[in-house]
């Protein structure tokens, strides 16, 4: 039985405005604007909801979480203020590219384009078997062990992102993920148990969610039913 079920995507940044503009438009979606300067990119789905949160700290290290995203032509991206990090070469069918604000995604080129532009949630991981069989636990999802060396769950219900892959990285994660993602649960207990952290409790400051890491420390938030 799933211990939680995916809710939505998070993406902290220094200019929401500019940098939910970039994202709604690479996947083509819909920026909406919050007061307190805030923002979120809107899907066909609430679950395709990526919220663009404002944050005091910029970014200093490699992002340990990343999306793969499909698209036609890398001009494309460059014209959305994108450039590349790493060119694509032999044995390898991505490029890795920097937003707006320097937080890498890697894109995909196809020359027709799926519906859904967003294919991937990557994260970098120590010990990346370990990793996706706790997630695939958490949402009582299959994985995928790949023999390229990196670990896939699969068709977790209701994530409009089709695959959440593990790969592995010789460098500890050292600072606050910039992108993050949601889940919803009838109760936090059940993740302590199965190895989650808390790290800043429902109600804290005034916080409607439960804060949480996972054994690797990634954060995640947990918005109980």
């Known amino acids: 039985m799933a211990l939680a079920r995916f809710k939505d995507a998070v993406i902290d940044g220094a200019d929401p405005a500019r940098l939910g503009r970039f994202w709604a438009d690479l996947l083509g979606r819909k920026l909406h604007l919050h007061d307190d300067g805030d923002a979120d990119v809107r899907g066909p789905t609430p679950r395709h909801t990526i919220w663009v949160n404002r944050v005091p700290e910029p970014k200093t290290a490699k992002q340990r979480v990343h ?24 044995g390898r069918l991505w490029t890795v590219m ?5 937080g890498e995604y890697c894109a ?17 991981s120590a010990d ?6 706790w997630w ?9 062990h790949n023999e390229a060396g990196w670990f896939t769950v699969d068709k977790v219900v209701g994530m409009p992102i089709l695959t959440m892959d593990f790969v592995p990285v010789p460098e500890p994660k050292t600072v606050k993920n910039r992108i993050h993602w949601d889940v919803s649960a009838a109760s936090v207990e059940p993740l302590v148990d199965a190895g989650a952290t808390v790290l800043r409790p ?5 916080i409607g969610w439960t804060v949480m890491a996972d054994p690797e420390g990634n954060e995640f938030c947990v918005f109980t039913d």
């Open 67 to 90: 999306f793969d995203i499909y698209a036609r032509t890398l001009a494309d991206l460059e014209a959305l203020g994108s450039r590349v990090v790493e060119p694509q070469r032999e």
């Open 202 to 206: 429902k109600g804290d400051g005034g």
């Open 136 to 144: 695939g636990g958490v949402y009582d999802a299959d994985v995928t």
């Open 98 to 102: 920097a937003d707006v604000e320097g």
């Open 108 to 124: 995909f080129l196809r020359d027709e384009m799926p519906a859904e532009r967003m294919h991937g949630l990557v994260v970098d």
């Open 128 to 133: 990346p078997v370990a990793q996706a069989d």
